[in-house]
């Protein structure tokens, strides 16, 4: 039998997203005594259901192997993998099984009367454990719901004249924005516009949006028709267009990692307690078997992360190795294809115009693949109308400090041809030091969708020299850089920013930018910031203030700005205002400079609406404002006046009034006369959790249960009821014996004639359903024998119904 005789563990940790490899320690083994082979002959292969050992440690697995003529042994490579060894292709038969005996650096003896295979071999002949800190429940992912309704939020908003003019006509006009939506189980249709009243006459309707979309969370896509924004890269300019789009929405599975997941990989020589901290805290602890082994799945966030293995054997020693990462949204996981492509025509002047859309079918097709966890690979193509436009990039990480991407594009449309070139890069050392850059050059006569559908308004225009003065083309030059480094004190950052705009017009810009933030005692915050355009002596701006938060939700900012327009100092005193209903808040500004610019303002949140109020004072200018948002839904039969419901929302029927209902933990309102209550915020295709309070609940109603999660596709609203029946026709039931003594507690018993059971208490008592008129009861004694019990019921609405002194004989 081999002794394994060395304690020393060898990890290796590596990287998916860097081919980099870690090594902490030095394998320290002894040789390792090999058993000879010794395998049983027979004449025909049989079947062999083994219990597994490897280098004398059990696998605590049983393999189903085949015993084939001359002592040969075969299995299925999936098979063999679970249990430990990895496949080698050399050892490969025709029908695709493992020859164990020909699997290099491996030697096995079976011992034929324990049921059990001794296998011998090293460490690169093992497959490592998969160690999954975050496996996917079992239980199936529950589907998305919607009813059928409809959601109008407004937002209205009133202002005066001068009131300083002697002649003012307070709030004479009054405007507004509206988006309604239609949802069912088909789909949502969204229709969001613009509308102004003054002096009692509309003034205009100005449409905005049009869409209906649907989505498939099995598939994870989403359907568009209407109004839409194209998709895009980083180095593309998505558009407005009416038309159709089909476009991957990672968005409908809440619970699927589309960055690059880390592997920690390591070895263990002997059996040993394994620890996983990511960020300094603890995600895994467990035990892990003696071999190699992988860790997967564990808390990932865009940006530069740290994760650290620590090992301890039996004997307590233990080995810690750390390992940097980074992860970027920039990087698609292995295998995961994220897409977009739309047909229809461009659309301009939104917001201004209702219907002005370009005449030229257009279409646009948009990906990204991970080819592997270090390399995304990116496509993008757009055309129609004379145009053709195409362009690749790739975006792979830079070690386990950033991320980088390349990307080049090119265009023809009306026999002028151009192309553009783009680079970027994202860089943090010890989370402290960032980094972003980004270079992108065009060349020749690059054209895109947006410039060959704009608006003749938007064309070059020429000044009297014959330059243009603006352009609607792609800039001949985009340069960004930023840098983040800590302050010189405790708890300071300092930031530093460069932008190089240069565009066909000849408007070119070079802007310089330094901020500087300090926090300080008790969460205050000190911050200055300055910036300037090279190109323009007259642009720039200094600000520098404090900010101070107290109780109660109240900061206090002053500070100082100098701009163009002259210098200015502010005092702002603000009391923030919560998203409860029943919440308010205020604010006070002033700013004293050589315009002076003054405002005071309030809001309130209530349960129909909110509503804000405010007085400014600019220059000699003095105007009053009022602005109320909220909604109106239609839903599960009824309709409520709620506040702007911007996302999904549920409809709580609870059946009896004033009974508090909370979302996720937090309170959400009490019920209405009829017992239901409309709660705002919930979060499209994710888990939301709403339960009620039973205690404001009548005594004699019955609940099913208190809490349910539910999960509401796209902007739509879902019904939970809690089944609250308002009479449970109960009692409860004083039962004597014979005697006048209270029958034990624990007895059990039923009504007769029905299923319902109910069990004794102290005192005798018991509580039971189900009764009618006249009712018999039967219990159970503790000598085998049973007594029965007649008496008589009769409801009492809102009351518990008591019933003393029966007797069961």
Sequence with gaps: MPTLRSAVVRIVATLCMSPCILTAGRAQEEDIGVPDQTVSQSVEAKDLYLEVFINDASTEMVGAFKQLPGGGLSVRPEELREVGIEPNESAAEPDGSIRVDRLPDVQFRIEAETQRLYITTNDEARAAKVIDINPEPDKERQKPQSSYGAVL???????????????????????????????????????SFTASASEGELQGVRRLNTTWSTSDPERLITYRAGDFVSGGLPWTRPVFLGGMQIQRNFTLRSDLVTLPVPILAGTAAVPSTLEVYTQNVKTFSGAVPSGPFEVTNFPVFSGQGEAQIVLRDTLGRETRTTLPFYSSSLLLRQGLIDFSTEVGFP??????????????????????????????????????????????????????????????????????????????????????YTV???????????????????????????????????????????????????GPFDRSNLNFSYTQLDVDSGENSKIVGVSYSQSLFKNSSFYATAFTDLEDGDSFGIFAGLTIPFDNDINVS????????????????????????????????????????RSAAASYRGRY?????????????VRANAQVDGAVAVAAGGVFATNRIDDAFAVVNVGAPDVEVSFENRPAGRTNGSGRLLVPNLRSWEPNTVAIDPRNLPVDASVGSTRDVVVPADRSGVVIDFNVAKTTASALVSLVDPGGKPLEAGLRGHVDGTAEEFVIGYDGEAYIGALGAQNSIVVDLLDGKSCRARFSYRAQRGTQVKIKQVVCS
């Excluded at 009131?163 to 949502?188: C, E, H, W």
């Excluded at 195409?390 to 009306?414: M, N, T």
């Excluded at 609406?609 to 200018?621: H, I, K, L, N």
């Design 609 to 621: 609406a909110r509503v804000e109020g405010s007085v400014q004072q600019f220059d000699d200018t």
């Design 153 to 191: 939020n407004y937002s209205l908003f009133a202002s005066t004249d001068n009131l300083m003019d002697g002649n003012v006509k307070p709030f004479q006009g009054i405007s507004g924005g509206f988006d309604a939506r239609f949802f069912s189980p088909y789909g949502t249709l969204s229709q």
């Design 347 to 432: 659309r301009r002047n939104y917001g201004t115009e209702s219907n002005d859309y370009a005449g030229d079918l257009m279409g646009v097709a948009t990906a990204r693949y991970g080819l592997t966890n270090w390399l995304t690979l990116e496509g993008h193509f757009e055309g129609g109308a004379e145009l053709l436009n195409g362009g690749i990039g790739a975006a792979f990480p830079l070690g386990a400090y950033g991320v980088g991407s390349l990307a080049a594009a090119g265009s023809s449309h009306d026999g002028d041809t151009g192309m553009i070139l783009n680079g970027s890069v994202e860089l943090t050392y010890n989370n402290q």
């Design 558 to 597: 002053t500070g100082y700005e100098q701009t163009s327009d002259g210098p200015a100092g502010f005092i702002d005193i603000a009391k923030s205002e919560r998203q409860e209903v029943g919440s308010y808040g205020w604010r006070l500004r002033t700013s004293e400079g050589d315009t002076p610019d």
């Design 436 to 486: 972003f850059a980004r270079l992108q050059h065009a060349f020749g006569d690059y054209d895109d969708i947006a410039s060959v559908s704009a608006d003749d308004q938007l064309l070059p225009v020429f000044d009297q020299s014959g330059i243009p003065f603006f352009s609607a083309r792609v800039p001949r030059t985009l340069a960004q850089v930023t840098l983040s480094t800590p």
